[in-house]
């Protein structure tokens, strides 16, 4: 069964500062990964999604990830954050031969950003 | 990009009453929908798959008596909470597919009072 980890449930930055969040995976089959963003009360917004090809992929409002398989992780990086990046982000792993792609959502991480 | 969107936003209702919600897809055919479930706090639960024009597959510990789906045509997919009680309080999200993507409403949130 697939599963996804995301091993920080909060994580507080600086505005300006670089953003890190963690993505880890488990899936028998090649996968296909995504990271979303949730503000409060709203549905899912997708930054990004790994398909195959470059492993380093770019995503919106400046976020990028990278997919590691040796360490099977997805981790999504913004280099310098901005005061309404705070928001929940959560990271997805779907079948890559699924029509329809059904989607496990890792825990989520809460992203607070001081001024 | 692809847009789904879905109905009512928001929705309060008594206690022992159905509420239905719709999830619709507006520029693109989807042939297999998704409803999740999101408790505060906490991360989204796939409820069930459903495919036009055939019964809904729903994961384990789901009541498919409670939650009714109806995938009738390509664009429209509906969630009938029925005899909702407090529990059921949450918020639900659809999503819409047509390949190997997924497009997300914006979601649900239900109080049962």
């Known amino acids: 069964a697939q599963s996804v980890t995301q091993p920080d449930i909060h994580i507080t930055v600086s505005e300006g500062a670089s953003l890190e969040l963690r993505c880890n995976y488990s899936y028998g089959a090649t996968p296909y990964l995504f990271w979303y963003v949730q503000s409060p009360g709203q549905g899912l917004q997708l930054l990004l999604k790994y398909f195959s090809g470059d492993t380093l992929v770019q995503g919106i409002k400046g976020f990028e990830a990278e997919f590691k398989r040796s360490q099977s992780s997805f981790n999504l990086r913004k280099p310098s954050v901005h005061w309404s990046d705070a928001a929940e982000y959560f990271c997805?792993?779907?079948?890559?031969?699924?029509?329809?792609?059904?989607?496990?959502f890792g825990g989520g991480t809460r992203v607070l950003v001081k001024p | 990009g692809a847009v789904v969107s879905q109905h009512p936003s928001r929705v309060i209702c008594k206690s022992g009453t159905s509420v239905k919600i719709e999830c619709r897809s507006l520029d693109f055919q989807a042939t297999t929908m998704f409803w999740y479930r999101q408790f505060p706090k906490q991360s989204l639960m796939l409820m069930a798959t459903s495919n036009e024009g055939s019964k809904a597959t729903y994961e384990q510990g789901v009541e498919k008596d409670k939650f009714l789906i109806n995938h009738a045509s390509l664009t429209l997919s509906t969630l009938t909470v029925t005899s909702a009680h407090p529990e059921d309080s949450s918020f639900y999200i659809c999503s819409a597919s047509s390949g190997s993507e997924a497009f997300f409403g914006q979601g649900t949130r239900l109080t049962v009072v």
């Open positions: 997805a792993v779907g079948a890559l031969q699924a029509a329809g792609n059904k989607l496990t």
